[in-house]
């Protein structure tokens, strides 16, 4: 089956522009998290939703971060008046809804804010 | 908070050979789950191997295994038999009962021929 998609897999901005970043998680995943994963480092934890809600929103830097997922499925990351230190490759996982399963990431969305 | 310390930025291994990726961490929880994920230069983060806390015996899958010590929180992957397709970055990851996620920094991995 398919597996989770992000887009757009590269992303150009302005400083100061606002972006929005799309993942589509394997169907009937009820879990769903966005990381950052900057160059040379682990991904680093932003959120994670559990159907609708925002189970945990401890990982975001700051307000200018936001994300939804209003039907339970696919989510959307939103970053307001980008800053040059929001470049990274953006990812996304989901994962069944029990406890100690693996997340299945997807391929990314690179963000390079100029 | 949890803690996962990957203390071999890069490492080296002949093909055919075995190689031994280290990893600790910390927690004061009882129930949790470690990962050894690989990430090559496509990007896609792929599992390679899963382990349960409560379980003793340490989880295989085929060439890759883990060196599971609970009470020195440490959770090494050994390679066997290395092929060039092994050639990634390995992150080592923590899942505590919250369902968070926690990443050591990696091992970039390459493989010789």
């Not at chain 1, 994670?48 to 401890?58: M, N």
């Not at chain 2, 990962?35 to 340490?58: C, D, G, H, T």
């Amino acid at each position: 089956g398919a597996g989770v998609s992000q887009t757009p897999s590269n992303k150009v901005t302005e400083k100061g522009k606002y972006v929005e970043l799309r993942c589509d998680p394997i169907s009937g995943h009820t879990a769903l998290y966005w990381y950052r994963q900057s160059l040379g480092q682990g991904p680093e934890f932003l959120i994670y939703f559990q159907g609708t809600g925002a189970a945990d929103d401890s990982g975001l830097p700051n307000d200018r971060f936001f994300a939804v997922r209003p039907e339970g499925s696919v989510s959307t990351l939103k970053i307001q008046r980008t800053e040059r230190g929001d470049s990274a490759v953006y990812l996304c996982a989901s994962s069944p809804e029990f406890a100690g399963h693996e997340q299945f990431f997807g391929p990314g969305t690179r963000l390079t804010v100029l | 908070a949890q803690t996962v310390t990957q203390s071999q930025p890069e490492m080296s291994v002949q093909e055919a050979e075995t190689v031994t990726l280290s990893c600790t961490y910390d927690t004061s929880e009882n129930n949790y789950y470690l990962f050894w994920y690989k990430q090559p230069p496509s990007r896609q983060m792929i599992l390679v191997i899963r382990q349960e806390a409560y379980k003793q015996q340490n989880a295989t899958e085929n060439r890759f295994s883990v060196n599971f010590q609970k009470a020195a929180k440490s959770f090494s992957l050994k390679i066997s038999d290395s092929q060039l397709g092994d050639t990634a970055m390995y992150f080592c990851a923590f899942m505590n009962a919250g369902n968070q996620f926690y990443f050591g920094t990696g091992t970039s991995l390459t493989v010789i021929p």
